[in-house]
Nanobody, 121 residues
Framework: QVQLVESGGGLVQAGGSLRLSCAAS????????MGWFRQAPGKEREFVATISWIGHTTDYVDSVKGRFTISRDNAKNTVYLQMNSLKPEDTAVYYC??????????????WGQGTQVTVSS
């Protein structure tokens, strides 16, 4: 079992930055690829970014490419999402997940509780 806890969300103005963290307990995160997803009110959960278990391979949804960066520190059992040039449409609850590399929700077996990101215009 893996327990995931996200932090770092908050309210920021458009153009600003936030860094989300996802800390794991239980099994080591180095066994898993990691993903970040988000869900806005009334919308389905959406893929944001994924990183391979060793961190050499990443992928992003087109809408965040060039603005968001996913990274991991396996020694700290933590995954990060650096979000720059934030836009109001980035407003959502952000979730981290552990599982297999890829953009599908079904790739991931373990999920955090989410952290709210609100971008004001």
């Amino acid at each position: 079992q893996v327990q995931l806890v996200e932090s770092g969300g908050g309210l920021v103005q458009a153009g600003g930055s936030l860094r989300l963290s996802c800390a794991a307990s239980g099994r080591t995160l180095s066994m898993y690829a990691m993903g970040w997803f988000r869900q806005a009110p009334g919308k389905e959960r959406e893929f944001v970014a994924t990183i391979s278990w060793i961190g050499h391979t990443t992928d992003y949804v087109d809408s965040v490419k060039g603005r968001f960066t996913i990274s991991r520190d396996n020694a700290k059992n933590t995954v990060y999402l650096q979000m720059n040039s934030l836009k109001p449409e980035d407003t959502a609850v952000y979730y981290c997940a552990a599982g297999r590399y890829g953009p599908s929700v079904t790739n991931y077996d373990y999920w955090g509780q989410g952290t709210q990101v609100t971008v004001s215009s």
